[in-house]
């Protein structure tokens, strides 16, 4: 039987020997550039008569994992790049040819930090037959080519739909990819055509629908969503016409100070074309720096300029790409009758004056 001091002492060795494990598990840093893992540090100690030629990262998760690429540089010890930022969640392991040196785990980032769903365009419940695209606003730059698996679409509450959206490769994102547009098949849409004669048109009057967006999806940082993300919606009859400006409502300043002008739109447009397409113009027709801001579930606009107004006559311009959530822009309908409808205009964009006395 052991006395109570040689169990003391064997604690003790135990203590140290994990004590000393752990600190030499932590011993490699990580190098942080903004929430990317752009480096890691290697102590000299632990490359001590190693030659630098024969160290390389591999993946510790993947028994066959090729080397990671990137560049070794000495710098208070032996300081690796990756090509690519290193994964959170992932564990590496510094190798001296088949000889495991030491490892690296890239911890997740804080789960109160996670990514999540911010806003889905269109904002209406209530959305036209012929809906051609809609918008999904993310907190952080999303993992792009996962829409197919990760965006449902649910009709009563029962069925899920396939064929939907296009599956579009490259996935239609905005520079730092917080923005994807989904676009739902504009060859159902389109009654004269082949998908649409076959399947019928994507979204049917008066049913209701849920757009789900999965938890599953990750960020460029390997963290999932916070939560699902749904926006239910019901269905009402096609839009076949293009965009009236003519019937907006403008409200100008009403002296020349820093007073919003406000203009109200006779139907909701396509959010993200309607902040595109839209400039002020004094009476040279040359640009007043500003600021926009649509509200009412895009229904209204309002424009704050960065000097005071001018007393004179100014110009509304709206770009003819402008849409409506069916995608009829201002010189013509998305899915016109090649028939019996006019032909489509030529403008560049057109103009709805106000003067500030």
């Not at 037959?129 to 197919?148: D, H, R, T, V, W």
């Not at 839209?278 to 009412?296: A, C, W």
Request: proline share 5%; net charge positive; charged share 25%.
């Amino acid at each position: 039987m052991q006395s109570g001091l040689s169990k003391w002492l064997n604690l003790l060795f135990f203590v140290l020997v994990l004590t000393a494990c752990n600190n030499h598990a932590s011993e490699i840093r990580i190098i942080w550039a903004g929430e990317q893992a752009r480096g890691i540090t290697i102590p000299e100690k632990e490359v001590t008569g190693i030659s630098k030629d024969s160290i390389h990262i591999r993946l510790l998760s993947d028994s066959s994992s090729s080397n990671i690429l990137g560049d070794f540089k000495n710098k208070d010890g032996l300081v690796f790049e990756p090509v690519i930022p290193f994964t959170r969640g992932m564990t590496y392991g510094v190798y001296s040819g088949d000889k495991k040196i030491s490892s690296i785990t890239i911890p997740f980032a804080d789960e109160n930090d996670a990514p999540k769903v911010i806003t889905v365009y269109p904002l209406q419940d209530t959305l036209p037959e012929n809906l051609l695209k809609m918008y999904i606003q993310f907190s952080k730059p999303m993992k792009e080519g996962l829409s197919a698996e990760n965006v449902l679409l649910i009709k009563n509450n029962k069925d899920t739909l396939r064929d939907v959206f296009l599956n579009l490769q490259p996935e239609l994102w905005n520079e730092d990819r917080t923005v994807l547009t989904i676009w739902l098949d504009p060859g159902r849409i389109k009654r004269d055509l082949q998908p649409n004669l076959k399947l019928g048109n994507p979204l049917q009057k008066n049913e209701k629908y849920e757009l789900i967006i999965s938890q599953n999806w990750r960020n460029v940082h390997g963290q999932k969503l916070k939560k699902d993300h749904s926006k239910t919606f019901i269905v009402s009859s096609r839009d076949s016409l293009s965009p009236i400006t003519e019937q907006w409502k403008i409200h100008p300043p009403k002296n020349s100070n820093k007073e919003l002008l406000t203009v109200e739109l006779n139907e909701p447009l396509d959010h993200f074309l309607l902040m595109e397409c839209l400039s002020i113009r004094n009476s040279k027709g040359l640009p007043v720096k500003g600021k926009f801001e649509i509200t009412d579930n895009d229904m209204r606009f309002h424009f704050t300029p960065t000097d005071l107004w001018a007393r004179g006559n100014y110009s509304i311009r709206i770009l003819s790409k402008l849409e409506d959530l069916a995608g009829n822009n201002l010189n013509k309908v998305f899915d016109r009758d090649t028939k019996t409808s006019k032909q489509p205009g030529t403008k560049e964009y057109y103009e709805k004056g106000f003067t500030i006395q």
